[in-house]
């Protein structure tokens, strides 16, 4: 019995200390935290729209090179993978950095803020990376660099993912995940396991946020097509107003999250976006377009929402004389955390940035396409502290003054590190 409780003593002993930051890499993580952070202000005083990440994908790819690394580039038409071998053979690994920003104004008075405008969709606007994507791409540049150093640690392969076009891509283009994956990138050498982070303007710095399972949404875009009759402002009763049955249709959306979802079950939103007619005060218009989005984070309210919606959308504008169709895209599935992957992993989290920094959070309705990439290969996803410590409130992400402090990257890049090796070495 005695020599039995060792040998578990041992075990335990062994287990745990793989589990914990390796000297070297942390030593790696400190040295590089300043380079990082000056390739994420790079990358956000310019920053690239989807699919248009021409110069972001040159200045990753010259790098992963410079560390000898296998890279192709065009993945996507702008994604960039990098392939580290280890010293010895066994799992492959990915890690992915999205790298697109969006068409946002910056507010923010920073000596690196964005000054890039553009003309997006027929609308002049600034271009800005509002939701950290400059800091994630940038964290994985120093997660290659270290782990290409230590090449002797790996055992198996790490391939780096840069994936473009995570906010979706232009209207008629294919983009972002599902097309590296159509593309390929899970294969040769094909991938067991993938991990992400996502930085997190409102969780605090030294912090990791994490669930299990469904953990963001599985987001659609709709278009909501509705016709009516023209005629003078001044006599609606000889027209049908589309404007008037689109503000039916937008509240008889709304029953449906309150009368026809199972809310216990999780969450679910219909929001619309953006409503276009009309040309002049005076004048009720024939045509009015309506644009939105649906996020669920359960399949059959998923499958009872796209139902009513057909359902509900025409029968509102034949009640009111008019007609309308209905269009659903789908942009990201439910992003899933695969609960033994997960449960795998939790040790790593914790043990670098310490179980009392590590939290066991609910869903969100955001969405992530890396969930196309969990739908093919078991994932983890997690969220990184980008607040700055002593303050109470943070700008949204995708809004003008997000703002991200940068002391919070250094923990990612050891994070990343560490996931790559103990999920190849144990």
């Known amino acids: 019995m005695k020599k039995i409780c060792i040998f578990l003593f041992c075990l335990f002993s062994i287990n745990n200390y793989s589990q914990s930051i390796d000297p070297e890499i942390e030593k790696e993580a400190n040295k590089l935290e300043q380079q990082v952070i000056e390739w994420r202000r790079d990358f956000h005083e310019h920053p690239e729209l989807s699919n248009r990440e021409f110069k972001t994908a040159e200045k990753i790819a010259k790098h992963l090179r410079s560390l000898g690394l296998e890279v192709q580039t065009g993945v996507a038409k702008t994604g960039v993978v990098g392939i580290l071998k280890g010293n010895n053979s066994g799992k492959v690994v990915a890690l992915r950095a999205d790298i697109d920003a969006l068409p946002v104004t910056e507010r923010n008075e920073l000596p690196f803020k964005s000054e890039v405008t553009t003309d997006f969709l027929g609308t002049n606007t600034g271009v800005m990376h509002a939701c950290g994507h400059d800091t994630h791409t940038a964290i994985l540049m120093g997660v290659a660099e270290i782990l290409s150093k230590n090449k002797d640690k790996i055992n198996g392969t ?203 959070v609910k869903a969100t309705t955001g969405g992530e396409d890396f969930s196309f990439f969990q739908e093919v290969v078991p994932g983890f996803y997690f969220f990184l502290g980008g607040q700055a410590l002593g303050t109470t409130e943070a700008a949204p992400h995708h809004t003008p003054d997000f703002y991200i402090d940068e002391s919070g990257m250094l923990l990612g890049v050891k994070v990343m590190s560490q996931l790559a090796l103990d999920y190849l070495n144990n």
């Open 158 to 360: 790490v391939k780096f993912i840069f994936q473009p076009a995570e906010e979706g891509p232009p209207p008629g283009e294919k983009g972002g995940a599902s097309l590296m994956i159509e593309e390929g990138v899970l294969k040769n050498p094909d991938v067991d396991a993938i991990f992400g982070l996502h930085i997190n303007s409102g969780t605090p710095v030294g912090t990791v946020r994490y669930k299990p399972e469904g953990t963001m949404a599985a987001v659609e875009r709709f278009v909501i097509n509705v016709k009516g009759k023209q005629t003078h402002g001044s006599a609606p009763w000889s027209g049908t107003d589309p404007i008037l049955i689109s503000a039916k249709i937008i509240d008889g959306l709304q029953t449906i999250i309150s009368r026809d979802s199972k809310l216990v079950d999780g969450a679910a939103v219909i929001t619309v976006g953006k409503i276009t007619s009309g040309v002049r005060f005076n004048i009720i218009p024939e045509t009015a377009e309506m644009i939105g989005t649906i996020r669920t984070l359960d399949a059959d309210m998923k499958a009872t929402i796209l139902r009513r919606m057909n359902e509900m959308v025409p029968a509102i504008a034949k009640a009111y004389g008019g007609t309308a169709t209905v269009e659903i895209q789908n942009n990201t599935a439910i992003t899933y955390n695969d609960p033994e992957l997960t449960n795998k992993m939790l040790p790593t989290l914790q043990n670098i940035a310490g179980k009392d920094k590590v939290e066991l």
